[in-house]
DNA sequence: CTGTTAGCGCGTTCAG
DNA sequence: CTGAACGCGCTAACAG
């Protein structure tokens, strides 16, 4: 294998200048067809790739954007909807010529937003995509608030100036989620175990929750399941018994509330949300939305394209199919 | 916020040279201390960022790694192991200061050798992680044969000149895993659920198990589950019932045996591989090596930088610890 | 110990 | 339509 080969050979070989090569390259105008099939021959038979280093010095534009997730790397515990964001960023990415960096929360957890901005910027990032921002992560926060990225905000918060929303509608998941539930059983008094106060999405699933109770005139009991499994579990052993339905802001929660009325020997009907897999395996079946998360990030990622070529930010509400799960391709 | 400052900034800032600004940052020796704090005091008040894109031009060093891994992104499937690998790469590789790109195998399965070697190069790879590679991957086979980049092999093959492979013992862990299962329930005719043949890892447990059989005189049978939970629930319909135990090459396809069992309402003692947590959710206690394949990629990324410091391939086996799981933070 | 200088590989005017 | 020339921000000799 012979070193690489750098546009300056390419010129010596084809006979021309180095500008003209680097026009061909990018499919300028201003160059006449002979000269194109001269440089194109050159560039195969020395086996040519630009240099996206030099190219990215040269032009001030690296094309790299940064992903950040919430993936727990403590405990072997994985997270089915933080994979699917990050293989629906990866694969959009590289599709739309960005290079992707993914950044774990528990990365930057310890830093300061200053220090994230440098982290962010030696790597010459140029835009991020950040996945479920909470309350608590305040100094993400002022990265984002210091615009000195464009940002996309995905399942989190809301827009500003460079910086856009992407998700599904939370509050109205929520509802239809839950509505179908209550209707199908009759059921008046509820159990919403919502996800903590910090999470933006979980805020708007319980609003959702909230303004469907008074529509539909229920009783509703909130309690935060923290995400938690355990937590929700703990939950419906202490308020399910004089209820008639349990509503949860998540599918985990759900499995755990599920599990905790099997070990009661009492039944009551569960609806999650996500819709993840997990729940197949765990032998459930319930009303959820069907969500594709890692098509959200791929939308997140036209919409970071957008913002760095120079629009401006704003909310896109992604499709939501709200059907019962299929899980045709598990065993159950 | 101000645009960037760059070295010559600094420089001018401090009253010195631009290449002693470098020599501050890089701590090289022969510099004052106090010229080093002159210069520090400068880089704090210009908010100076380096740039590690110029840096890698002219260095000729990009400190980036690739990861490949094996993601299914055309279904929603999940894969925790594949999620185990990706989590340990990334926070290594932050924590050693390379850049971690991932590459899915869907990604560049359509491409050839030269296409994957320039795609990498474009992007100024140094060197690969590669994650259960199998013999189906030609191309990639090639890439590595190449020499162009530095190559880990993780799970996956045998090394040569610039490649090093790292992984667990496939075939004493199987051997371990299953010796117990057998003994533990006097086993004597054995329904061997292998993965398939292109898999190296599968490949070697086999062997381990084949060995195993030889030692403990034990009736054998083997068939290929291809690595699925369907298959495996196939197979332990069509075999099981005159066995004494199934020995199953992956935790999904123990799974598979597993409900076979269940609903065939026959009882056989069943073991898996790889301990994941999904077997919590499945409802299910087996015997598994317990891995956190995290902590081999982890591993892996510091035999890149090994590789990528000039030392030579090798062969590493890691430490495998043969417990029998505990699903201590999963309820069940 | 510190400063000067010549590139790294490419993008981009701006004359020819 | 083509090519010379400069600069991007930094590194690495080398010279003082």
Known sequence: MPPRASIKDVAALAGVAISTVSKVMKDYPGVSQETKDRVWAACRE??????AIASALSSKSTKRIALIVNLNTETTAFDEVTMQYLAGATVKAREMGYELITVFMSMISHMNSREIISYLQVRGVEGVLICGLSKNDKELIR??????????????????????????????AQQEVARRTIIDNKAKRILYIAGNKNSFASEERQRGMEELAREMNLKLMVRYGDFSEKKARELTFLYAKNKDA???????????????????????????????????????????????????????VEELDRLLTGHSGRIVVTDHELVRMKYTDVIR
């Open 246 to 300: 349990i509503v949860c802001s998540s599918d985990l929660m759900a499995i755990g509330a599920m599990r905790a009325l099997m070990e009661m020997d009492i039944f009551r009907p569960v609806c999650g949300f996500d819709g993840i897999i997990l729940m197949a395996y765990a032998g459930m079946q319930m009303n959820t939305i069907a969500q594709n998360f890692s098509d959200i990030t791929k939308q997140a």
């Open 46 to 51: 020395l086996n040519f790739v630009p240099n």
């Open 143 to 172: 990265v984002v608030d210091s615009q000195v990225f464009k940002v996309v905000l995905v399942d989190g918060a809301v827009s500003s100036g460079s910086t856009s929303s992407i998700g599904v509608d939370q509050r109205l």
